[in-house]
């Protein structure tokens, strides 16, 4: 007959929430490794700005699933004639993004969803359901916007470079490759980063959330740019630079800037970073 609880002893107390805690983590690991939404952070919206315009956006997805997005559109000109999809990091709600617009070229529009269980989008976030989302947003701003496969440029932070990452080489595998990648403080995996914390590093072989940018990488010989801050304690620069060899390797073009006082938090939304991603973006699309 199992003893009541109220007496178990404190020991076995503390031996029963270890067991439990890899099983928690294999339950929980999606909403903690995407996050919460902890605040909009707003940037300066940059020097287009008036010549945007924005519209909240909503993306069904099997099972009822809606994320909330928005996409932003130059005005007073000619339609756009690039698409700009960007996967914002943990905890990140991309509402701010409008903001970032407002630094890109003239004929480039912005498109950003929510992950799962960020902000209002629903369902729950994992690798797998977050880079169907991802393909399946690419798609709708494609035919929302009424612009071919090749006029998709992807970018992402920290978190987000996984699941750009992963987009990017699925649609190359698919023969529909995107123009460019922009990747601000990449990860080269997101169990590498794991491994470096003592807590957590047993537990990598439970993670069903990998987002492995070095393998990725092996299916890109686009544009890249590389975004890195001068301080950053939460992704090491030489992860970046395993990925950026990875992705040299495969015949990318790479360009790599670091900022001088920012750090991983700060950089994304930095002026000299937007002026870096609008300017690069800009000489792509003279060069293309």
């Not at 902000?119 to 991802?134: F, L, Q």
């Not at 698919?174 to 990449?186: C, D, E, F, K, N």
């Not at 015949?251 to 900022?259: C, D, E, Y």
């Amino acid at each position: 007959m199992p003893l009541p609880a109220e007496l178990l002893p404190p020991w076995a107390w503390a031996l029963l929430a270890f067991a439990a805690l890899p099983a928690a983590l294999v339950l929980l690991q999606g909403k903690l490794l995407f996050g919460r939404t902890w605040v909009i952070r707003r940037t300066d919206p940059g020097p287009a700005a008036a010549r945007r315009h924005t519209a909240a956006v909503w993306l069904a997805r099997p099972g009822g699933v809606q994320l909330q997005g928005w996409l932003t559109t130059p005005v007073g000109g000619e339609p756009p004639r690039r698409l700009l999809l960007w996967f914002g990091g943990r905890n990140e709600n991309v509402a701010w993004t409008p903001d970032l617009a407002g630094w890109l070229p003239d004929d480039c529009a912005l498109l950003a969803f929510n992950y799962r269980s960020l902000g209002a989008s629903g369902g729950w976030p994992c690798e797998a359901a977050c880079v169907a989302d991802a393909e399946a947003a690419a798609a709708w701003g494609l035919a929302r916007l009424a612009l071919p496969p090749q006029a998709l440029h992807l970018a992402g932070r920290s978190l987000g470079t996984g699941v750009a990452m992963q987009l990017a080489s699925r649609l190359a595998t698919a023969g529909r490759p995107a123009a460019s990648v922009a990747l601000i403080t990449p990860l080269k995996s997101l169990r590498a980063v794991l491994r470096r914390n003592p807590m957590l590093a047993p537990l990598t072989p439970l993670l069903r959330s990998p987002l492995d940018s070095v393998a990725a990488a092996r299916a890109l010989n686009c544009a890249v740019l590389v975004l890195l801050a001068e301080r950053d304690s939460q992704v090491p620069h030489a992860h970046s630079h395993t990925l950026v060899a990875a992705l040299r390797h495969a015949g990318a073009a790479v360009t790599v800037h670091k900022l001088a006082g920012t750090d991983h938090r700060s950089l994304a939304r930095t002026p000299a970073a937007m002026q870096h991603l609008g300017g690069w973006l800009l000489e792509e699309s003279a060069a293309g």
